[in-house]
């Protein structure tokens, strides 16, 4: 064999479900690793890192998670530009996932957390396929604050390639509702003024049409997504529609608000 022909067959035998194993390792143990395009597989390609996010999600499901939703990410010019990468993606959110409203975040829990400021939706009725912005907006039950904490497995949270961050489940690691849930007709969703604030400080601003120009169009995109692997949006899913701003690295005594304009406020404190 020549080291190309190694090197093939070597790849070959490195399928979804051993690298959905090996990101599950790192995040169970706290341990970054490095991508997966710097280490197991070089041309892992899109479909097959939605394969590998598949399988990890499979084996949470396998000790007794729940799926509650899904998260999508790189929404914003702010966070693709923070990221140096391209296009949105999407995760899977389960209920082990859920931090309850003003709830305490352990940082050692996590390799290197940071959070940011998103919208996020109930969704009413099941979607699929390619939708409109107002067949979307019809099928939000309603609308709430979040925030999401990122927890990327890759070494100092720094990948090189779409298909490892997908890998990786989108970075997700919990996220946050405020308590205040709206129906979303009742506000103008793509103009909500974002203030995030730490220990009294705001750290991030924006206005809401910061994710994918409005929110609403956040869900459609992901539908697009999903039906690419024949699968849709299920009623009753939660859906974060991406950060409108870049992330901050959580802290230790962090004290961490997110007010929303009509929205209310959501708050989380963390701890050691
Ligand atoms: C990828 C996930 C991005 C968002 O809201 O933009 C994301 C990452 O930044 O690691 O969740
Ligand atoms: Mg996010």
Known sequence: MDSDE????????????????????????????????????????????????????????????????????????????????????????????????????????????????????????????????????????????????????????KYFSLPDVVADNSSSSLFVLGALERPPRELDVARLDMHMSVNGQVVQSARSDAISGDPVLSVVQLCALLAERGEGLPAGSIVLSGAATVAHMLKPGDHVRLTVEGLGDVEVSATE
């Open 6 to 157: 190694e090197g093939q067959a070597m790849h070959m035998s490195v399928d979804a479900v051993a690298m959905a194993k090996v990101l599950d390792a790192a995040r169970l143990e706290r341990r970054e690793i490095p991508p997966l395009t710097r280490s197991l597989l070089p041309e892992l390609a899109l479909p097959l890192a939605y394969s590998v996010q598949a399988e990890g999600i499979r084996m949470r499901l396998a000790r007794g998670e729940r799926v509650v939703g899904l998260k999508m990410g790189l929404t914003s010019e702010a966070k693709r530009k923070q990221m140096n990468l391209e296009s949105p993606v999407y995760g899977v959110l389960t209920d082990v996932m859920q931090v309850p409203a003003r709830g305490v975040i352990r940082v050692g829990a996590g390799i290197h957390p940071k959070i940011e400021p998103e919208i996020a939706f109930r969704i009413a009725r099941p979607l699929r396929g390619t939708i409109t912005r107002e067949e979307a907006l019809d099928a939000c039950g309603s609308v709430f604050a979040a925030m999401e904490v990122l927890d990327s497995r890759y070494i100092d949270f």
